[in-house]
Nanobody, 123 residues
Framework: QVQLVESGGGSVQSGGSLRLSCAASGYTNRRDCMGWLRQAPGKDREGVAHIHNNGFTRYRDSVAGRFIISQDNAKNTLYLQMNSLKPEDTAMYYC?????????????????WGQGTQVTVSS
């Protein structure tokens, strides 16, 4: 059974940084993709960034250039380095694993999610 446990959330001021981690277990398909999603109060869950097993990454426009997604396959851990944080980045952040689609440069269809870690950015 796949388990995803996020950590690293917290409260920071605008312009600050946080690094989220996601420890994955029971996840053995190295062809899968992993990513981060977020959900702010009253809003739909949205994709933030994802990474394929070949290292391909994709970011939503609002975080490109500020966030960096990476993974350590030896530790089965996914990371999200968040820099220059803005109040609009405030949300619950979720780690997820899924199946890539669309070939090279395509997306990631998620089928497992973690419980989330809260990120709050104050102005």
């Amino acid at each position: 059974q796949v388990q995803l446990v996020e950590s690293g959330g917290g409260s920071v001021q605008s312009g600050g940084s946080l690094r989220l981690s996601c420890a994955a277990s029971g996840y053995t398909n190295r062809r899968d993709c992993m990513g981060w999603l977020r959900q702010a109060p009253g809003k739909d869950r949205e994709g933030v960034a994802h990474i394929h097993n070949n290292g391909f990454t994709r970011y939503r426009d609002s975080v490109a250039g500020r966030f960096i997604i990476s993974q350590d396959n030896a530790k089965n851990t996914l990371y999200l380095q968040m820099n220059s944080l803005k109040p609009e980045d405030t949300a619950m952040y979720y780690c997820a694993v899924g199946v890539p689609y669309g070939g090279d440069g395509g997306g990631c269809a998620y089928n497992y999610w973690g419980q989330g870690t809260q990120v709050t950015v104050s102005s």
